[in-house]
Structures are given as C-alpha cells and as structure tokens.
C-alpha cells in the first residue's frame, strides 16, 4: 500500500537498543515506528479504536447483568445441544471457537507463503482461512435460529432477564458482522494474490496504488483482532 | 536535553521511504468533486461543516428570541424550542466543531506542515468527507421527517429521547439522529486514521517530533482521542437505536408512558450517561486541542517571537488528552454516584487545570515583550485567551461537586459552557482563518471587514454570555422553554434576557459579513504572495501559492529547525523558515 522501503534506517545510521532505541525512534525524523508500513500503523491503529467500541460493548453487557434483578438464564443450559442422545452443554460454541482459532492458523500460515512470494500456497491458505470464516458465521447462523426457535428476542426470553437476548443479538451479531467482512475481505486478496497482482504490480481498482504482499498480513492482523475479541465473547457471555 | 531549533553538526537522516505515488486526477469530477487531495477535501470539509454551522446559527437566534421575549413569536412552540436547543447543541459541538477542525484544518494542514505531498490514504481521506456529508444529509432530512428532528436536548438522554413525550421521541427524529452520529463516526474513523498515521510516518525529512508545529500536535493528539472516544458514543447510538426499533431494555427501565405500561424493562438510563460522557468530555478537548495548538501559532507567528516552552506546550497537550478520558462523572454529578466517585472525578477535573493553566501562561509570556501585530489573526488569538480564562475559571466552578450540585441546572452552565467550548474555539477558527485564508486563496481577507467582523463577534459574546453567568447564579434554569410565574425571577433578569437575545442577532448577523467577506476576497482580495505573514512553518515555504496537487513540486522539502525561530538574533531576518539549511550543517548527501 506505502510506497517501499527505501533503505531501512537501520542499515545507515546505528539506533541504540531496547529502551534508547524506542526514544531514539520516537524522537527520529520521518517515522516514529520504522519498518512499519502506513497501511499496517493504520491497521493496528484501527484495530485499537475497534477495541475500544467491542469494550464499549461488553462492558455495557456486563453493567446489565450485573444489574438486573431477574434471574440472568445459565448459558451452558440455553446453549447445550442434544446430540445422540447426549445432552452437551456449550457444544456448539466449543466447536464455533475451536473453528475460529483453526482459521487464525490457517492465516498466519498463508501470511508465511506470502512473504516467501509462495503465490499458490498463499491464496489457498486464505481461502481456507475464509471458509473457516465462513462456516463460523454459518454456525452462529444456526445458533441464533434454534435461539429464535426457542423464543429468545431482542426484548424477552422464557429463561429471565431481557437483557440476555438484546445482549446477545447486539455482540455477537456485531462480531458476526466483523467475521463477515473478513470473509470478504479474505477473499478479495486472495483472488489478487491468485492472479499475481502483487508480483506484476497491478493497480488497485478503487485506490490506483501497486499492491504489495503485505496486503496479506495486515489483513491477517485484522483476522486475528477478530479472533481475539471471540475469546473474549466467549469468556465473558458463554463462561460466565 | 536536545536543542529543539538546530542541529549544527548533526548528520541529516537519509529519506527513509521513497516519494509517493500520487492519483492524478484525469477530470473535472475526479479533481473538484471527487477529489483525493487533501486541500481539496480539507475545503469540502469546512464549507459543509460552514453551511451546516449556519443552519445551527439560525437556530440560536430562534432561540434566544423564545427566551428573549416569550410569548411574542407563535412559531416556537415547547416541541420547536426543544427541537432547536437540540439541533443547534449537536450541530455546533459535532457537525461544524469537530468536523471543521479535524476534517478541514488537519486535512489542509497536516500534509503541509510535516512536509508530506498528501495524507498517506487519499482514497480512503475522499470516502471520509462523503461520509461525513452523507451524515448531514440524514440530520438535515430529520428536519423534514414525520414529527420533526429529535427534542432530547443535544445529550439526548434516555429514558426521554425515545418516548413520546418528547419531539421525535416516537417519530423518525431520533432514528435519524443516531443514525447520523453512526455514519459520522464510520467517516469520521477513515479520516482520522489518515490523520494519525501521516503525523507518525509520514513526516519528511528532518521532521521530528519535536520539531512538529503545535497546529499539528494539537490536531493529532485530538484525532487519537476521538478515535478513542467517538466508539463510546457508537456504542451507545447503536444500543439506544435497537431500544427504539428492537423494544430492547439496554437504557430503558420499566416506564409507564401516557398511562400505559410499556413493555420495556430492566435498563439503565445511567449507562447511557456514562457512554455518552465518556465520549462527550474527551469531545470537549478533541475541539479545544486543536485549538491550542492553532492559537499557538498565531501567537507566535503575529508576536514575532518563539513559542514560550514549546517542550512544555506539547506535553501539556499530551497530558490534557490523557487525562480527559479520566474525568467524565464530573457531567453526572447530579445524576447521582458514590460520593468517592464523585471525589475521584472532581479532583482529577481540577487537575486538568494544572496542564491547561501552563498552556494559558506560555501564551502570554510568549507575547511578553513580543513585537506584536495586532493583526485579524492576532486579535482572534488574544480574544481566545480572554474567553477560554474566563470560560476555564467558571470550569473550576463547576468541577466541584458541592458547586456544582445547584449550578447545574442553570444557565450558569450555559454562560459556561459557551465561553470555554463555544466562543473559544470560534475564535480560533476564524482566527485561523484569517490566518490561513491567503495560503489557500492567494488573496488576503479584506482587513476592514474583518476589524467588523472581530469587534463585533467579541464584544458582542462577551455581551452575549458574561450576564448569562448573572442569570444562571439568581437560578434561572436552562433548558425552560420560559420561566412563567417563577417568584425568585427578577424582573431584571427578564430584561437581561431581553439583552442577550438582542446582542445573539446582531452577533449572529456579523457573521454574514465573515461570510461576505470570504467569498468577496476570493476575486477581489488583495495578493497575498506565498508567504505574507513571514511565517516559518512549511506550509508558507511552497513553491506555489496556493499549493497544487501534490504541495511541493519535484523536490520534497527538508526541515532543519523547528517551526519557531522568530527574531533570531544576529539573522538577517526575523524569521527563519524551517526548511532552510543551518549553515555548516552536515547532510547526508555531503557525508556520503
């Protein structure tokens, strides 16, 4: 995305090490944090104002449990399955999270291939990444519809406080949402990575810049971000 | 400690990455409308945010004649004085404040001042402004739905905003208000992002931190905010809009509407505040930042003389920002909270005076034995200091939770409010304005006009608030559509009220001559030149005036000093811009 690497001031001028060298850094001219592109200081400063909107959320999640004064329904009762017989409780989000944290493998596998210019093995293992994407949201799918079927809305559940439902439509729906856009964007990058855009320098539609194969990690950054944050749904929605 | 001005004998780093590739616009749509430069965007920004504040404008005036004289103007009904008081509060403080000051003024002056040829994500800068503009659209179109725009005052609390009590409460008002914040923080987010990474690596040679123009320190400090504090803000829009369409309970506790139970149950209107204010204080400071540093630089520019403690000015700045997201209870003082709370967010409010205070200090010691010019730009400067002091002095008032208790509900607020958030940063966006108007025109703001526009906008504030404070301290309530039969009113105050009401119009209508006077300048101002006030920041030192698309020509500039070297002693000249060489100064190219 950022023009590249000229010549890495590291190689031309001596920086101090550990703590001096952050000063150094940071009070260097051109950039604070050298080798870090502008489209992955902009990711991570993206994926630190999206921390703040899913701690906004969980947050006002957990001041309404902690606060109502019906009973709060068990999550490992609302979300067990019956499967042969066998009642299993958070089975489905077991299965969900264990899908999820696969595709963060999967994705910084395909970050590997890209940077070893691996162009096959990259764009497979984003589409992998996706499909992984993919059937997590199939399966929340599947949640919020037997959820549905059993009478659980925005605004009341058989099971107790309302809050539950509205909670859990809101987080997870806006996380899904999130998932869903990765999807998306996981497989725009891997079609370019599949046709070599990024090794003949082809120019981007909207933005008529030369792609780079860092594309690939930075959307991996926001892959993971995205994972994370699951782990953080589950603990403190699911667990709790 | 390093010397901020000059390195003599220090080796100038080599560039670190090469020179961008800029989009070259191949039509008229592509280079006026849909443009992807900065300047351009940056001028979109302001003369929607302008269009946008006027309609606010109005909006004051139709106020104050309700409070002014009560009673005489059929129109304005409680539901359209409440309406009113809405619009205007949150179109001034998001609409024209925050997009004016970081949409417009950080997108034309980031790239200039460190010296970059555009922001570092152009297309994603264009998507920023239409998104913003799209916002309005959807706030403008509440003014014409069903019922009208929402009247929950600009805070809009529940349980309140979504009930039919109030104006919009059951209509499409509130919908489309919070619909529109969450467009405007989705565009908002784009822009700002461009903002903070073109500050910390998009810098050009030379360019250090340190050496940044407070402009750009302030602008940056604030983006990082608001990209901090606007979530809070999404999140509670977000929730309050499921409230009113889904029937959820996040901010609705079980109600009892026009004798109906509703079905609602179990929320709390408190959390609400807490998301709200934890956007709204840092919002205060995400548009009073960039005022500072902008005023800064006028000041120093205009006094002919360095910045007084530049280290200082910027970690006051830093730690304004830091300390902003710590002090959000002071607004809810009344909403109730644990007293320790309330002791915790009082003291750390009066402590954000201490960072503010030195900033106010350097001020007027960098005008101390300055060669002042009491220039357009210059006089809104000093009009800034005088209102922020006195707006900053009531905030200590205000801060303390035994102060505040009765306070709170007055117009003292109001008086306050204004002065520190309200005339303040005007006074730095015209200012500003003034100030930067030849760069991006090539023709000077006629001087005459603008001694008009000062006296009148300044006095005439001043005028405005300072008896508001009066009103506010004998009880007068705000927000009261009028105060009836009220016993502890005088009858002054009413006359008082009359007074303030005249003063807004005619405040109000020295407005239009600004406006007048800036597109009456764009043919007939005089020429400005590139550099007409002799100012040493990067953005007077282009090689054309205004700059074109790309800022610089061939070669990108190089800063040897920082952005303050006003009457240097023994220079040829009194100032000395900041992309000239130190002579004896060892750059890379020579070592090499």
Known sequence: MSAPIKTPAADTLPRPA?????????????????????????????????????????????????????????????????????????????????????????????VNCGYRRDRRKTAILMLVTALFGATFVGMQAFEWSKLIAEGVRPWGNPWGAAQFGSSFFMITGFHGTHVTIGVIFLLIVARKVW?????????????????????????????????????????????? | MVDVRSGIGEALPPPEVEDVELYHPHSWWTRYVFSQDAKIIAIQYATTAIAIGMVALVLSWLIRLQLGFPGTFDFIDADAYYQFITMHGMIMVIYLL????????????????????????????????????????????????????????????????????????????????????IIFIIGF???????VVTVLQGRARGMTLMRLPLTVWGIFTATVMALLAFPALFVACVMMLFDRLLGTSFFMPAIVEMGEQLQHGGGSPILFQHLFWFFGH????????????????????????????????????????????????????????????????????????????????????????????????????????????NGGLTGLFLGNVVVDVPLSDTMFVVAHFHMVMGVAPIMVIFGAIYHWYPKITGRMLNEALGQIHFW????????????????????????????????????????????????????????????????????????????????????????ETPPPHGNWGKELPVVYRWAYDYSVPGAPEDFIPQNQPTPGLVTHETAS
């Open chain 2, 282 to 389: 840092p919002e205060v400071y995400i548009v009073a930042l960039p005022a500072f540093g902008i005023v800064s630089d006028l000041i120093s520019t205009h006094a002919r003389k360095n910045i007084f403690g530049y280290r200082m000015m910027v970690w006051a700045i830093v730690i304004i920002g830091g300390l902003s997201f710590i002090v959000w209870a002071h607004h809810m003082y009344v909403s109730g909270m644990n007293p320790y709370f309330g002791f915790f967010f009082a003291t750390t409010t009066l402590i954000i005076a201490v960072p503010t205070a030195i900033k106010v200090y350097n001020w007027v010691l960098t005008l101390w034995r300055g060669n002042i010019h009491l220039t357009l730009p210059m006089l809104f400067a000093l009009g800034f200091i005088v209102t922020f002091v």
């Open chain 2, 456 to 543: 009148v906008t300044f006095v005439g504030a001043y005028l405005i608030f300072f008896p508001m404070h009066y009103v506010g301290l004998v009880g007068v309530p705000r927000r009261y559509y009028e105060l009836g039969e009220m016993a502890f009113v005088q009858e002054s105050v009413h006359s008082l009220n009359a007074f303030i009401s005249v003063m807004a119009l005619i405040v109000g209508a020295a407005q239009i001559v600004f406006l007048f006077n800036l597109a009456w300048s764009l043919r007939h101002g005089r020429e400005a030149g590139g550099n007409p006030w002799r100012a040493t920041t990067l953005e007077w030192q282009t090689p």
């Open chain 1, 18 to 110: 550990g703590l001096a060298g952050l000063a150094s850094d940071w009070a260097s001219d051109q950039r604070t944090f050298k080798n870090v592109s502008w489209g992955k200081a902009m990711m991570w400063i993206f994926l630190l104002s999206d921390t703040f909107v899913f701690g906004c959320f969980l947050l006002a999640y957990m001041a309404a449990r902690m606060s109502t004064t019906v009973p709060w329904p068990n999550p490992s009762e609302v979300f067990a399955l019956e499967i042969g017989g066998t009642h299993m409780p958070l089975i489905l989000i077991a299965i969900m999270t264990f899908v999820l944290i696969s595709s963060s493998g999967t994705m910084a596998m395909a």
């Open chain 2, 98 to 181: 925050t997009a004016l000051f970081l949409g417009g003024f950080g997108n034309y002056l980031i790239p200039l001042m460190v010296g970059a040829r555009d922001m570092v994500f152009p297309y994603a800068n264009m998507l920023s402004y239409w998104i913003y503009l799209l916002a309005v659209l959807v706030l403008v179109a509440s003014f014409f739905a069903p019922g009208g725009p929402t009247g929950a005052g600009w805070t809009l609390y529940p349980p309140q905003a979504v009930l039919s009590g109030t104006p919009g409460g059951k209509d499409w008002g509130i919908i489309l208000m919070l619909s529109s914040l």
């Open chain 1, 195 to 240: 046709r070599g855009d990024y090794d003949t320098e082809r120019r981007g539609f909207f933005t008529s810049r030369k792609g780079r194969y860092e594309i690939v990690e930075i959307t991996g950054l926001y892959w993971h971000f995205v994972d994370l944050v699951w782990v953080f749904i589950f603990a403190f929605f699911y667990l709790w």
């Open chain 2, 189 to 195: 987010t784009m822009g700002g992002l461009n903002y």
